[in-house]
């Protein structure tokens, strides 16, 4: 059963301009260690923090509160696997929500898409109780 989805589009140049007037600050309040790491790392730092900015949008419109009720930008967290499959880790306010919808004699499964094109990054959260095993 799906009890939730979000979608959300960034424009990359918005996310280059952003980190061009307020650096570390903005960094430091929207992503996670790991998340400004692998920016460091990346070739495109500003289309990778796009994602993930678009991915912790998307997520917050899926929990069906934005960024508001207790849930801030920190407690959404967006890697990737080995494979490079991404996947999302809800602490704090999120994590609450997230238990908040879910049926009993559900769990949660949080399903992330990511996708970037020339200007802009996009991304799909779908949110579904699966039965517990």
């Given at each position: 059963m799906i009890i939730g989805i979000g979608t959300d589009l960034v424009d990359i140049r918005r996310i280059e301009r952003t980190l061009e007037r307020f650096g570390d600050?903005?960094?430091?309040?929207?992503?996670n260690q790991t998340e400004r790491a692998r920016a460091a790392r990346s070739p495109n730092p500003a289309a990778l923090y796009a994602q993930r900015f678009s991915a912790k949008e998307a997520c917050a419109k899926a929990l069906g509160t934005g960024f508001r009720r207790g849930v801030f930008w920190g407690d959404i967290g967006v890697d990737n696997l080995p494979s490079g499959k991404p996947f999302l880790t809800l602490s704090g306010g999120a994590k609450r929500r997230l238990e908040e919808?879910?049926?009993?004699?559900?769990?949660?499964?949080?399903?992330?898409?990511?996708?970037?094109?020339?200007?802009?990054?996009?991304?799909?959260?779908v949110i579904l109780a699966v039965p517990k095993p």
């Open positions: 600050r903005f960094t430091d309040r929207v992503f919808l879910t049926p009993p004699g559900t769990t949660a499964q949080i399903d992330i898409s990511l996708t970037d094109e020339s200007f802009f990054a996009q991304a799909m959260v």
